[in-house]
């Protein structure tokens, strides 16, 4: 039975010109996860993750404090199935 999930995230605050996207994808990477990051045009972070859901979860709380200068004032969460659909984890511009 897999139980890989698919996690939605979205992280606001200073997050943005502080390398939150290559720290998360280093993150995302030493946790086996796989899927996607990328800057929103409204100062925020996007991230799709499917992995374990402790992997998954490790995540999260590693979004919530962010690399060295950034500022994380809230991270929304969506969980779901797993879809597959990754095959490594990549910062989408």
């Known amino acids: 039975m897999n139980e890989d999930k698919h996690l939605h995230i979205i992280v606001s605050g200073i997050v943005q010109g502080v390398f939150f996207r290559a ?44 690399p060295p200068h950034a500022r994380v004032d809230n991270v929304d969460v969506t969980w779901d199935k797993a879809t597959g659909e990754f095959e490594t984890f990549e910062v989408k511009y």
């Open 23 to 66: 720290h998360t994808k280093n993150a995302a990477q030493n946790l086996g996860l796989v899927g996607w990051v990328r800057n929103l045009r409204d100062g925020r972070v996007e991230i799709a993750a499917e992995g374990p859901k402790s992997a998954l979860e490790q995540l999260i709380a590693w979004c919530h404090e962010g």
